[in-house]
C-alpha cells in the first residue's frame, strides 16, 4: 500500500521467474507421483494415497492446486485492472472468467455437465458425451475472443512480450483441456490401462503449466503497465 491509501501487488521480473520455476516445479512432482502410483507402481503398499495424487479426480492434491493457480491468474488481472487504461474492461472480463474456471475446477461443474449428459443418454452424445461441455465453453470462448478482437491486436502490438508467454500459456491450456482431453475420453472406452493413464498425465501437466505460463505473462504485463503509469 503507497502513500495515498492504493493497494499494489508488487513484484520483480526476477521475482515472476522464480515463481514460475516454482509452479513447474511442483506441477513436475505431482505428475510425477501420479505416474508412479498409477503405472510404475500402483500396488505399493502406500497406495491409500494414490487417489490424493489422482490428477483426474474432483477430490485431490492437483485439483486443489489447479484450482488455487486459476484462482491466482484472476486476482491478479483484477488487481491489475485498476490502471490498466485500454485494457481495463479487457482485463475485467478476463480475471472473472478465471474466477469462474476456478470455480468450475473446484465445483467440477463441467465434469457434472458431463455426467448428466451420460446419465440423460441425450441422442447423438452417445460415447461422445464431454461434447455436453465442450461446445458451449468452446463457442463462449470463441465469441469472446471475437468481441475482443481490438483489444487483442492492441495488447500483440504494444506488449508482445507478454502477449506471447499468455498465448503460449493459453494454447497449452486449450490443448490439454480440450484436444488430449478427447483423447483420454476415447482410450477410456477402449482400456484402462498405461495408455490411457499417461494420456491423462500429459493432458494435466498441459493444463497446469498452460496456467503457469499465462500467470507468468499477466505478471509481465502488470509490471510493464504499472512502469508505463508511473512514468
Not at 441422442?123 to 465442450?134: D, K, N, P, Q, S
Request: proline residues 2%; aromatic residues 14%; contains cysteine.
Amino acid at each position: 500500500m503507497n502513500s495515498a491509501g492504493d493497494f499494489r501487488f508488487s513484484y520483480s521480473v526476477a521475482g515472476a521467474k522464480l515463481l514460475l520455476r516454482i509452479l513447474l516445479g511442483f506441477e513436475f512432482l505431482l505428475v510425477a507421483g501420479y505416474i508412479l502410483t498409477h503405472i510404475l507402481a500402483p500396488d505399493l503398499t502406500w497406495r491409500p494415497i494414490q487417489r490424493f495424487l489422482d490428477v483426474d479426480r474432483e477430490v485431490s492434491i492437483p485439483t486443489w492446486f489447479s484450482s488455487i493457480q486459476l484462482f491466482a491468474v484472476g486476482g491478479v488481472l483484477l488487481t491489475q485492472a485498476k490502471w490498466a487504461k485500454q485494457l481495463k474492461f479487457s482485463l475485467v472480463i478476463l480475471g472473472l472468467g478465471f474466477l469462474f474456471l476456478s470455480m468450475d475446477e473446484a465445483a467440477a461443474i463441467h465434469d457434472s455437465m458431463f455426467r448428466y449428459a451420460k446419465n440423460m443418454k441425450l441422442e447423438g452424445l452417445e460415447g461422445r458425451e464431454f461434447l455436453a461441455w465442450m461446445v458451449p465453453y468452446v463457442f463462449i470462448g470463441l465469441v469472446a475472443l471475437l468481441l475482443a478482437y481490438r483489444p487483442v491486436l492492441f495488447a500483440w502490438c504494444n506488449f508482445r512480450r507478454e502477449f506471447v508467454w499468455v498465448a503460449l500459456g493459453g494454447a497449452l491450456f486449450v490443448g490439454g483441456g480440450i484436444g488430449i482431453e478427447i483423447l483420454t475420453h476415447h482410450l477410456y472406452r477402449m482400456a484402462v490401462d498405461a495408455r490411457f493413464f499417461l494420456a491423462v498425465a500429459a493432458e494435466e501437466s498441459l493444463e497446469m503449466a498452460g496456467v503457469s505460463f499465462m500467470l507468468y505473462g499477466f505478471m509481465l504485463l502488470g509490471i510493464r503497465m504499472q512502469a508505463q503509469t508511473s512514468g
